[in-house]
């Protein structure tokens, strides 16, 4: 069973910055795509970003291009999402998602997410 366990998360002032981390279990990190996703209070889970196995290709959201950076560490099985020029509105639980297989589509999305993080909390007070 692969285990996804977020950290990194907390709260901070708009226009600040945080980097999430999130550590995978199991085998052949590099041969999936992951993602982050974030759930505010009261809405759906939403798409956040998106890195290949290989780590070349990302795509974002709409709403953070521009202002946050997915990257992966194949060595150490982690992917991390960077977050500058944080807004209100960023504020939401952040979950790490795997995917089933290792391609992500340029346009925004993670497809066949199989498995997913217990999420961290970030605030942005406003």
């Known amino acids: 069973q692969v285990q996804l366990v977020e950290s990194g998360g907390g709260s901070v002032q708009a226009g600040g910055s945080l980097r999430l981390s999130c550590a995978a279990s199991g085998r052949s990190f590099s041969n999936y795509a992951m993602g982050w996703f974030r759930q505010a209070p009261g809405k759906e889970r939403e798409f956040v970003a998106a890195i290949a196995g290989s780590g070349f290709i990302t795509n974002y959201a709409d709403s953070v291009k521009g202002r946050f950076t997915i990257s992966r560490d194949n060595a150490k099985n982690t992917v991390y999402l960077q977050m500058n020029s944080l807004k209100p509105e960023d504020t939401a639980v952040y979950y790490c998602?795997?995917?089933?297989?290792?391609?992500?589509?340029?346009?925004?999305?993670?497809?066949?997410?199989?498995?997913w993080g217990q999420g961290t909390q970030v605030t942005v007070p406003s």
């Open positions: 998602a795997r995917s089933a297989i290792s391609t992500v589509d340029v346009g925004p999305g993670l497809r066949f997410v199989s498995f």
